[in-house]
Each structure stands twice: as C-alpha cells, then as structure tokens.
Nanobody, 121 residues
Framework: QVQLVESGGGLVQAGGSLRLSCAASGSIITINVMGWYRQAPGKQRELVAR???????NYTDSVKGRFTISRDNAKRTVYLQMNSLKPEDTAVYYC???????????????WGKGTLVTVSS
C-alpha cells in the first residue's frame, strides 16, 4: 500500500518562507510525476507545481519566481520551497504522485492528506 505524507505547513507572516516535504512509502516500483496542489476555502483545488522524474518542472503563474519544487528520488520525497509568501497563498497543500506499484500495468495517482499553510497579512 502506498502512502504520501506531507509535513512543513504552518502559520507564517506575509513575506516569509516555508518548506513543504512529502515522502512516499510502500510497495513502489517507480515514481513518475510528483506535484503539489492547493485548495483555498471556497475554491477548487489547483496545481501549484509539478516535477517529472527527470527533473522538468512547471509552475502555476501566480507562484513563478517565488516557489521552487524539487525532489530526491533516493528518498522518494518531493519538496516545495515557498518564499515571499502572500495571504492569497493560504490553503491546504496536497502532495500528488503518479506511482507504479508491483503488478500494476500503469502508474496511478496517489494523494496525501494535506497540510495547512496560513499566511497572515
């Protein structure tokens, strides 16, 4: 069984920084794309950033230049460094990964339970 566990959320003042981590565990053959999504109150979940196994990244426009996604394949972990945080970044942040498990014919999407990031003005 695959699990994604996020950590690193919390309360920070505008202009501050936080680093989120998400570690995958379980019966894993390979991890393909990993990403971070967020959902603010009353809004739909949106993609924040994603990174392929080869390290190609893409970001939603509102975080470009402020957030950096990275991964450590040996640790099966993806990170999101968030700088210059704004109140509008307040949301629950979810880790997502496309993972190939034994006996599966293709990778499946897995989600973490989320970690709350609150940015005060």
């Amino acid at each position: 069984q695959v699990q994604l566990v996020e950590s690193g959320g919390g309360l920070v003042q505008a202009g501050g920084s936080l680093r989120l981590s998400c570690a995958a565990s379980g019966s894993i053959i390979t991890i393909n794309v990993m990403g971070w999504y967020r959902q603010a109150p009353g809004k739909q979940r949106e993609l924040v950033a994603r990174i392929t196994g080869g390290g190609t990244t893409n970001y939603t426009d509102s975080v470009k230049g402020r957030f950096t996604i990275s991964r450590d394949n040996a640790k099966r972990t993806v990170y999101l460094q968030m700088n210059s945080l704004k109140p509008e970044d307040t949301a629950v942040y979810y880790c997502n990964a496309n993972i190939l498990t034994p006996f599966a014919v293709r990778g499946m999407d897995y989600w973490g339970k989320g970690t709350l990031v609150t940015v005060s003005s």
